[in-house]
């Protein structure tokens, strides 16, 4: 046999291998699937902004409850001009704001105060006060992301004891300084107190060059991951995605479009404003929709969260 057909006869042969076997090496584990998480009480699988605006019409100062789950409390809150939060803080976790609409002057302990306005990311560590104060003429719009089902605590010099809630009394405590049982946790050079989405991901990186992946929050606890790209065709029904054995996940699109496969629910698209929900044990996909730049910021328990793909995915979709 001549060279040359011995070498087309070897590429015809690598073409016929099945993809699998070519591909990057995968683990292979059974893992526990069980009937998906149903939805219930607020949380669905997808909030769009403009039916939580027109349920408020007319109103200034609202707030509307959007997910609801063991591990993250999440709701649109609206503040109507001069309208302020009394100082607080929430013991054991920290708290993320999307601001989508008016100004917010922000005062968190140890920062200078800054003013946030739509498309800003802000956080807060555990245990650092704050308070929040609508400034100029118009509303100011934000989604809230707390622990889930906790309630927040007030310093002493905030005021008097705040009224009882969801079957709760406030009492006064004290508590060390130390970190350890006590104290306030700090920022860190992954976990900054502010991100101007619109300025430094929107106008500054419009044909979003920069990365694929971005994380705003990231500590052993929580992560918020900017995942930003230009639109693909979506997937075919086939490509289930992955699920998480214990754990939700929710997304907060703030450009483009979002199209996601769930199971039990089919292909959704959503836009900027919207948050879509994935209970744990639904397989789920997310892809950029196409004809534009697409960001999602996914909101789950840890940066390390299992994903589960189907055995013959190759760990990926």
Sequence with gaps: MKTSTKLMACALALLAIPALAQSRKVYMSWSPKGAPVPYA?????????????????GRQSWTEDVIETER???????????????????????????????????????QEPFVATKGFLVQ??????????????????????????????????????P???????????SYPTKPVGGGMDVYTEKNQPSLDFMKDYVAGDPEAKKGRLHFFVADADNQAAIIRGPGVAIPPDSNRGHFHIGNDEFWFIPEGKIAYQIEGVGLIVATPGDLVLV???????ASFAP????????????????????????GQQ
Aim: charged share 25%; aromatic share 10%; no cysteine.
């Design 291 to 314: 004809g534009q730049v697409d960001t999602r910021i996914a909101f789950n328990r840890s940066p390390t969260m299992l994903h589960n793909f189907a055995e013959d995915a190759n």
């Design 163 to 173: 009224p009882a809630a969801d079957g709760q009394h406030y009492v006064k405590v």
């Design 279 to 285: 209970p744990p044990q639904r397989f789920h996909r």
């Design 41 to 57: 009480g607020v949380n669905k699988p997808i909030w769009r902004i403009a039916d939580v605006l027109a349920k408020h019409t």
């Design 72 to 110: 993250y409390s999440a709701k649109w809150i609206q503040m109507a001009p001069g309208e302020k939060t009394r100082t607080r803080f929430y013991g054991d976790d920290r708290t993320v704001w999307v601001v989508w609409g008016g100004k917010i002057r922000f005062t968190i302990k140890g």
């Design 124 to 161: 807060v560590p555990l245990r650092v006060p704050y308070s929040m104060e609508t400034v100029g003429d118009e509303p100011a719009l934000r989604l809230e992301i707390t622990r889930g089902k906790t309630l927040p605590s007030y310093p002493l010099d905030s005021g008097a004891m």
